[in-house]
């Protein structure tokens, strides 16, 4: 074999050799890069108290409504709720957090003045009290009014409606007629109102074990759109008001109805946050018309389910001419005006 050939051969293979050795160690020498848990770490600071949800202006707290979480200590301001050692404390300056005590429980009833997100620290200024000048005012959605309804223990569910409850209202009224039995009839005609107050109480009674007091009351106060404020005054003087209470998840069902059918529509490119205002908006709202009755026939054989015959119109009495009275000598006649 000639020496050149021999040599470009042994060449090849040494080349080869170093190429699969430097190959073979880039390949078991580098350890696979492992994924690390990033620890977020803890925040150390006071336990201050925040919103655990978005509380929009006119929202009755309540108490899953807040929650006390930890708190850098150089971001606490004045009017934080703040908890040390157990209690309940409230903040009185910058460096001094441990001012007049107060229990969280009393949050419960007050309604929001300003719009608080999500894990964001409630504050004094932001809550109004029962007791405070224009509490009532606060808690109204804007564009909204205050109407009170007076029931009974019959017509108020027992006193198991309370502040933040929905309910819907049954006007039940007796129509009489000319002839036969008068027409006994119920009729829901204001749907989903949300309830202000009891008597002059906007927060749920509670006992020293912190349950909840069922009491009787006289008067309902209820959030109406001003056209349908105007509807339950009218429906007062009509017949007997009751109310009935809505479960919580009507609200979710009949939202899931609308949207199927197209009632409520959503705008192209809405954000996720624009979509649940638009939804808790439609949520909230009250609504009257497409009202579902009962007869008395509905209920006993022996009443009537239609209306009776009203009391029809009295004719109209005919207008008379205008007369002149003519007198000849001794005889003297009536004679229409335009006439000889």
């Known amino acids: 074999m000639d020496k050149k050939k021999v040599i470009l051969l042994v060449g090849a293979l040494i080349i080869a050799a170093v190429t699969a050795f430097f190959a073979n160690s880039l390949r078991t020498g580098t350890p696979a890069p492992q994924a690390v848990a990033q620890v977020e770490p803890e925040v150390a600071g006071p336990m201050v108290l925040v919103a655990k949800r978005a509380l929009p202006i006119g929202t009755i707290i309540t108490a899953d409504a807040y929650g006390y979480q930890p708190w850098p200590e150089e971001l606490i301001e004045d009017a934080y709720f703040v908890q040390q050692d157990g209690q309940d404390v409230s903040v009185d300056s910058d460096d001094d957090v441990s001012g007049a005590s107060f229990s969280s429980s009393n949050l419960n009833g007050t309604v929001v003045r300003n719009a608080i997100t999500a894990g964001q620290p409630i504050t004094r200024g932001s809550l109004v009290s029962s007791n405070d000048r224009g509490f009532l005012a606060a808690a109204l959605t804007p564009g909204m009014r205050a109407v009170s309804v007076p029931v009974s223990t019959l017509t108020g569910v027992s006193g198991f409606v309370f502040p933040g409850d929905r309910v819907d209202l049954v006007l039940t009224q007796r129509v009489n007629g000319l002839e036969g039995p008068p027409l006994n009839v119920s009729e829901t005609i204001i749907k989903n109102l949300r309830v202000l107050a009891t008597d002059q109480n906007a927060n749920q009674r509670v006992d020293e074990d912190g349950k909840t007091v069922v009491a009787a009351f006289k008067l309902v106060t209820i959030e109406a759109t001003p056209s349908i404020?105007?509807?339950?005054?009218?429906?007062?003087?009509?017949?007997?008001?009751?109310?009935?209470?809505?479960?919580?998840?009507?609200?979710?069902?009949?939202?899931?109805?609308?949207?199927?059918?197209?009632?409520?529509?959503?705008?192209?490119?809405?954000?996720?946050?624009?979509?649940?205002?638009?939804?808790r908006t439609v949520v909230a709202k009250p609504t009257s018309g497409n009202s579902t009755f009962s007869t008395g026939g509905d209920v006993s054989r022996f009443q009537r389910r239609t209306v009776p015959q009203q009391t029809p119109k009295k004719a109209e009495e005919p207008i008379e001419e205008p007369k002149v009275r003519v007198s000849r000598g001794n005889q003297t006649t009536e004679v229409p005006v335009g006439r000889r």
Not at 237 to 266: M, P, V
Request: charge should be negative; charged fraction near 25%; hydrophobic fraction near 45%.
């Open 229 to 279: 404020a105007e509807k339950i005054s009218v429906a007062q003087t009509i017949g007997t008001i009751s109310l009935s209470l809505r479960a919580l998840a009507d609200n979710q069902s009949e939202l899931e109805q609308a949207l199927a059918s197209g009632e409520i529509s959503i705008p192209k490119g809405a954000t996720a946050e624009e979509e649940a205002k638009i939804l």
